[in-house]
């Protein structure tokens, strides 16, 4: 199945939560909790 789809899906760099955000806990509190960066960004004005 990869080899059949390898062109149109392109490897993607992954990456972990630890390495950019701390924690998942310390990530999950500033992004997603309420009035986290999700909020702010999702929220109509």
């Not at 630890?18 to 960066?37: C, I, P, R």
């Amino acid at each position: 199945m990869l080899k059949k789809y390898e062109a149109t899906f392109k490897p993607l760099k992954q990456f972990t939560v630890a390495k950019y955000f701390g924690s998942l806990t310390e990530a999950q509190k500033v992004h997603f909790n309420d009035g986290g960066q999700f909020d702010k960004i999702y929220s109509s004005k």
